[in-house]
């Protein structure tokens, strides 16, 4: 434990090209990740929250249940897609990071579309009536929902992040963890696992810690802010 | 389902920007064992500085290696499991194979040697006193060129294993580390490949105990996949990696590679 803390704190002092080059590309991806599966999955829980069709409650399970898709799973089938042998092969970007970004979207799509849903239907129904007697429709009242919920969802794409920056299954399989072009912290750590540097392996995982809190503690601080501007 | 495809792609085109400006590279499916040694840390900036090709690694066991290749998604193979490259070449997915450089494997065990088994010169010999004293033994059991060698030389031992392993024999499922992490844990004897021994760090109180076995050898041979069965292969630069590589320049690179002043792999390319 004791030599894990000192090869973390020797990567950090030396600041290691390779290891900068390592984190920025785990934030690239995960972040970008993020991004993509909370502009898809943000409406679609909201769709969901204040929606009413057939097969919903369905839907609503398919959905839960999914929050718990193993990444290798989700890493074989993307891989699967993005072979040359696959359907999307023509686009070449197996082993990139654009893999992996899709990889991760697909991971914390149903994460984030799940959470939020819970935390916009909650809403939902506190303020119905009150939403409906202002003439409001399903969209607009969707829209308002998302924005009064805002601070939940924040902590619904934190969730979503964590889970994408955490898994190394998906993005070993689609990425290939390729020196200088798709290898990340987690498939990092595998390696040096592998290799029987245990302490290494150990001092590159607190980092990894130490950023994801690095990540929370900067989205806190922003909602602590924007709380108390804007109430 | 087209409204996904439609997302999918878009995404990954946005994501793609960067990459598509880099310049030429080609992916070379390799094993664990070449690059877990720091063989391709060593040779292929080397490489590259003269080429200006990029070689992207993946690397896997050799069964998955090859499978990788099959559906086309690996320029070259450089792998080391006769048996399995030949039937690779067979199925018209490589040119041509060349051998490249050889190791050998060793029987790692603990110091303590519960089977008896340290300093003996004869791999079968020692595998069926393993055996015969239900001693720990780790299997890599991933298809790799070292779970290929250990189920061959089983069976010369006249061992059939699949039949008659006991709890004594724990099939992981794993790379060669992870694997060996796991005999170090348990104290197991396990086969591996010399050069991933050599830079393994968490040895515990593992130690080589038997080598030196002719049956032991390991060769590595290096192919161009088939252009012709698979249209996205970079033919050119693929073939230029595996002309490097069997050139003499490329095989003295490989003699060079050392470890604390030991030599990991040895050129043979004919």
Known sequence: ?231 | MDLIRRFLLLAALLAALPALAQEKFIVVASTTSTEQSGLFGYLLPIFQKKTGIHVRVVALGTGQALDLARRGDADVVFVHARSAEDKFLAEGHGVRRFDVMYNDFVLVGPRADPAKVSGGGDILDALKKIKAAGAPFVSRGDKSGTHIAELDLWKLAGIDIAAEKGPWYRDTGQGMGPALNTAAAMNAYILADRGTWISFKNRGELAIVVEGDKRLFNQYGVMLVNPAKHSSVKKDLGQAFVDWIISSEGQKTIAEYKIGGEQLFFPNAK
Do not use: H
């Not at chain 1, 020196?179 to 302490?199: F, H, N, W, Y």
């Open chain 1, 1 to 231: 434990m004791s030599e894990a803390l000192s090869a973390a704190l020797a990567l950090l002092i030396g600041l290691d090209s390779k290891l900068v080059e390592i984190v920025l590309l785990s934030l690239r991806v995960s972040l970008s990740a993020v991004a993509i599966a909370a502009l898809v999955g943000l409406p679609l829980g909201a769709a969901i929250a204040v929606g009413r069709f057939p097969g919903r409650q369905t839907v609503i399970v398919l959905l839960n249940a999914l929050m718990g898709l193993p990444p290798v799973v989700v890493g074989l089938l993307v891989y699967l897609l993005l072979s040359r042998a696959g359907p999307l092969g023509a686009l070449g970007i197996l082993f990139t990071p654009s893999a992996m970004v899709v990889a991760q979207a697909i991971l914390i799509l149903p994460i984030i579309a799940a959470l939020s849903r819970q935390a916009i239907e909650d809403a939902w129904r506190e303020y119905e009536e009150q939403l409906c007697s202002l003439g409001a429709g399903r969209v607009n009242a969707a829209l308002t929902l998302l924005w009064d919920t805002r601070f939940s969802l924040l902590t619904t794409i934190l969730a979503g992040f964590g889970r994408a920056a955490a898994e190394v299954g998906a993005v070993m399989i689609v990425g290939g963890n390729i020196d200088g072009v798709t290898r990340v912290m987690t498939t990092t750590i595998a390696l040096e696992t592998s290799k029987g540097d245990l302490p290494l392996a150990l001092g590159l995982g607190m980092i990894l810690i130490a950023i994801v809190i690095a990540v929370n503690a900067a989205a806190y601080l922003t909602k602590e802010l924007a709380q108390r501007r804007y109430g």
